[in-house]
């Protein structure tokens, strides 16, 4: 999922693990710090904020209160899914189920997508309740379970597996606002939060919010 992301950075100045912690504006523009680096150098025209409304709540704060207040009110939920790797194809009667019983959501068969070859891989999401409710759990737990409730459905022991925690995965419910822009401090929020929770709805509302910024900054 991260390779649009990945080709749409090429040929720009990315500074990838470094963690924003503050945002502060005087009369040269804003000024960021980062966990990792400290000041980064120079002040700029217009800032984005384009990560989960939790993260992005306790930024604001610092920079301007209305929008703080708009991404503190939006609940987000964790998702835990399972990646599983087979020695050979499993014979399941689908590529894909809603499941949305006991832990499980949703079961994809990863390799069965187009263009994908090799061992035969499935997907398995966590429901957003149960997900939540065992967020703080241990990575080989959380895959004992839905490994368990998947071979419910027939499909035998996985050769090898692995875990991911998404800490906020959904909205509940996503807002419909496609993005914030406030031209008088030069400062957008953009996101999936902001835009019907989806990856698409995500896309929309960074390229939208692009848009309005160059205008803004006379570059469109
Ligand atoms: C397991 C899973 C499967 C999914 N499958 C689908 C699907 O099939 N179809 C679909 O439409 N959607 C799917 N989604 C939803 C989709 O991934 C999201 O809607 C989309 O990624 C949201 O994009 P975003 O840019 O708003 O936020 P994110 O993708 O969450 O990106 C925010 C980024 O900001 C970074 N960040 C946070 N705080 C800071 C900080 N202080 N400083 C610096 N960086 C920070 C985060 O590390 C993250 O990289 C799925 C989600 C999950 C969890």
């Given at each position: 999922m991260t390779a649009p992301a990945r080709l749409m950075a090429e040929g720009h100045d990315v500074r990838l693990e470094h963690t924003v912690t503050g945002l502060r504006r005087d009369e040269a523009g804003w000024c960021i710090s980062t966990r990792e680096g400290g000041e980064v150098a120079g002040r700029y025209a217009a800032v984005v904020i384009a990560v989960p409304a939790p993260q992005a709540a306790p930024l604001l704060q610092q920079a301007v209160g209305d929008m703080a207040t708009l991404a503190a009110a939006?609940?987000?939920?964790?998702?835990?899914a399972v990646m599983l790797r087979f020695a050979s194809p499993i014979d399941l009667p689908f590529d894909a189920a809603f499941i949305n019983q006991g832990p499980l959501r949703w079961a994809a068969r990863?390799?069965?997508k187009p263009g994908r070859s090799g061992?035969?891989?499935?997907l398995?999401?966590?429901?957003?309740e149960?997900?939540?409710a065992h967020i703080e759990e241990a990575p080989e737990s959380v895959a004992e379970v839905l490994i368990s409730a998947f071979a419910t459905l027939g499909a035998p022991s996985p050769a090898a597996w692995s875990a991911h925690r998404w800490r906020y995965a959904d909205s509940a419910p996503a807002l419909a606002l496609n993005h914030?822009?406030?031209?008088t401090v030069g400062l957008g929020l953009c996101g999936d939060w902001l835009n019907g929770g989806k990856v698409e709805g995500a896309w929309l509302s960074g390229r939208d919010l692009g848009l309005q910024v160059a205008?803004?900054?006379g570059s469109a």
């Open positions: 939006v609940r987000m939920q964790g998702s835990w990863d390799s069965s061992m035969e891989t499935w398995l999401h966590a429901t957003a149960w997900s939540e914030v822009w406030n031209s205008a803004a900054l």
